[in-house]
């Protein structure tokens, strides 16, 4: 195997430790490791000079750490590039892939699928297309009683904008192409266009992209406040050397528990409404205003902006304030624990959710599926298990799997998931260690590469930070769950009912702007 460059959950190197492979060997390396049982976490690219730098970051589960590659691409005269394709022998790769031509004009030659991902492909010369989202060919099936199904990208109620197509037989779903795009907002391109005026600051936010990078970082999933800020910071950590105080991880902790709470418990709410068991769904709801009250209790807003920043925390809490926590807590989860239970215990709702959008254990693993999806298809998947970082290097969370991959598997998942949360924020309220909640953040490293994962309510995120000579973000790249996971949504609408799509549908709970930055 290629010597690869080793790195901890967090963990930070200098470019020039970074082995460059020519491309013919990273993407053999990748291929190779990926056959062996790592996963593909992140694959990106980036301008160096006149030449494109291509980074392929795998996880090892096994190990518990990170290796990483790279390879440099030349440019032709136009500005493009190609390389081999790994998606025939990777499938997990097929959508980077596709991103990087689109944002790169890096061609991989030899990709079965090479559609847009938010825009048309690029122009010749390279450089991102201006190109209108969703304008492209769609995949079509011909035949005698085959008819398209086509869904938004404009919905009923209060949703974020994607597009569906169903080719169908009758009723049942042959084909599903998810067409996405309509939330882009450049957030990637955005980080690293910030500048922070003063570099010999020694003010709270030294050493980071500008004072609106932490808002950006909140606002990447809405409802991922947390889990996106703790991996943004923990980027940053790690590019300046800053070493965040033991209490400071506690509190991100228990709130990144919060938000999982609140997310899968609605959740729960969400799918017992899609199949008219009202008891359940009005109880979730109310519980998922709770656990966001929750939040607010400990920093003020419901979604948790201003918990987490670079060395530190927002607040503090008094032992008052955590034995209000805790009651409050004890409260929720009696009343949660209560609604699970009728959902579980009603055949009606089994009966729908069993054997509804399966997606067994090898295909997950093909298509690289992370977090709910890819427990609830048996696979033992969970950054804080095998890749502990922050104060989960002290605290263990146990990881819940299920084998079946349906509906039922990612809801049940979801609630074996809830009870642990709850297990582990009492485990951690009543234990938080003393001292204080800040440590002045360092400037961050010339020439330097930080990635930090960090298992969010709907599974990985990945966040890689590299610097120029001048210590400043050259490059910023940000892998949601969901960019993961919408492929696993497609597939499991085949040889489905389309009446089953919105069950579906609200059992991944993909975010539709997690996966447009």
């Known amino acids: 195997m290629t010597d690869a460059l080793v790195l901890a959950n967090g963990g930070a190197a200098a470019l020039d430790k970074l082995p460059r492979l020519g491309i013919g060997a990273l993407t053999a390396w990748i291929t190779r490791a990926v056959a062996q049982g790592r996963r593909v976490s992140a694959l990106l690219a980036y301008p160096l000079g006149e030449r494109l730098c291509l980074i392929g970051v795998l996880a090892n589960d096994t190990d518990g750490v990170l290796e990483l590659a790279a390879a440099e691409l030349e440019r032709s005269a136009d500005g493009g590039a190609s390389f081999p394709s790994m998606t025939p022998a990777c499938p997990e790769v097929h959508l980077f892939e596709r991103e990087i031509a689109e944002q790169w004009g890096a061609r991989p030659l030899g990709h079965p699928w090479l559609k847009p991902v938010r825009f ?21 099936i011909e035949g005698d009683e085959v008819h398209e199904v086509a869904v938004g990208p404009v919905h009923a109620g209060v949703i ?48 980071v992209p500008g004072p609106r990078a932490i808002h950006y970082a909140e606002t990447l999933a809405g409802d991922t406040t947390i889990g996106h800020a703790t991996a943004y910071c923990a980027a940053v950590e790690a590019l300046s050397g800053t070493r965040v105080p033991p209490r400071a991880l506690a509190l991100r902790a228990v709130a990144l528990e919060l938000e999982r709470l609140a997310n899968h418990v609605g959740d729960l709410g969400a799918l017992a409404n899609d199949v008219a068991f009202l008891p359940t769904a009005a109880y979730c709801g109310r519980l998922r205003g709770d656990y966001l009250n929750l939040t607010a209790e400990l920093c003020g807003s419901r979604f948790g902006r201003g918990m987490v920043r670079v060395g530190r925390v927002g607040f503090d809490v008094t032992d008052a304030r955590v034995e209000e926590m805790l009651a409050r807590l004890d409260a929720a989860a009696r009343d949660t624990e209560t609604a699970a239970r009728l959902l579980w215990e009603t055949a009606s709702v089994q009966a729908r959710f069993e054997d509804t959008g ?35 290097r002290f605290a263990h969370v146990p990881m819940s799997t299920w084998t079946s991959g349906d509906v039922f598997g990612r809801a049940y998942v979801r609630g074996l998931e809830i009870r642990r949360s709850i297990d582990f924020i009492r485990t951690v309220l009543r234990t938080l260690p003393g001292g204080a909640i800040a440590k002045p953040p360092k400037l961050a490293r010339a020439g330097h590469l930080a990635v930090s994962m960090v298992e969010g309510w709907r599974g990985e995120i990945c966040h890689v930070a590299i610097t120029d000579d001048a210590g400043r973000l050259a490059a910023y790249k940000i892998v949601d769950p969901s960019f993961h996971n919408w492929t696993g949504l497609a597939m499991a609408l085949r040889d489905q009912q389309i009446s089953d799509f919105p069950l579906c549908n609200k059992s991944f709970n993909l975010s539709y702007c997690g996966h447009d930055l």
Do not use: W
């Open 120 to 140: 048309q492909p690029p122009r010749r010369g390279g450089g991102p297309s201006a190109s209108p989202i969703g304008v492209t060919d769609f995949y079509r």
């Open 160 to 207: 974020e904008p994607g597009h569906f197509r169903f080719q169908c037989h009758g009723e049942n779903v042959m084909h599903l192409e998810i067409s996405l795009g309509y939330q882009h907002r450049g957030v990637e391109r955005a980080l690293v266009e910030l500048r922070s005026g003063d570099r010999t600051s020694t003010g709270r936010d030294a050493g």
């Open 358 to 392: 399966r997606v067994a254990t090898d295909l997950a693993r093909t298509l690289g599926l992370v977090g709910v999806a890819a427990r609830a298809s048996g696979l033992s998947r969970d950054v804080r298990k095998s890749h502990p970082a922050g104060y989960y």
